[in-house]
């Protein structure tokens, strides 16, 4: 079932915000690359299932988001995995620290919605 997150004009491009849907918080994010058209996913790291938007370091960059704890970077529309535990807190760590950053997880996409805008509203299916 369609549901509205309100206008587009209410999300800043390139800062993604945080909503609420059906009791799981959700990133949208308006890309300055496409700033008509938005891209919902999951604000939960498919590693540890903690918050993308909340923690020590991370970040939105050119339609990246990359994960404050582990460091774990995701195409923010496609939810495709980009990089995979390389480190704490935004600090790199070395290469053969990987696997136990990454406590046994193989690295996995985030969640994303389908999302669209329709007369100045977003909308998620789904
Ligand atoms: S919780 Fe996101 S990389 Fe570990």
């Excluded at 918050?51 to 923010?76: A, E």
Aim: with cysteine; charged share 20%; net charge negative.
């Amino acid at each position: 079932m369609p549901t509205s997150l309100g206008l587009l004009t209410d999300f800043a491009v390139d800062e993604p915000t945080q909503v609420t849907i059906d009791g799981d918080a959700y990133l949208v994010v308006r890309r300055s690359q496409s700033p008509d058209e938005v891209c919902v996913v999951r604000d939960r790291c498919p590693h540890a299932g903690l918050s993308l938007s909340r923690g020590p370091r991370g970040g939105y960059d050119n339609g990246v988001i990359t994960c404050p704890w582990h460091n774990s970077s995701f195409d923010v529309c496609s939810g495709q995995n980009l990089d995979w535990t390389p480190g704490f807190a935004g600090l790199k760590a070395p290469t053969w620290s990987r696997r136990l950053i990454a406590m046994g997880k193989s690295p996995a996409p985030l969640t994303v919605l389908p999302a669209s805008v329709r007369d100045g509203e977003v909308i998620v299916d789904g």
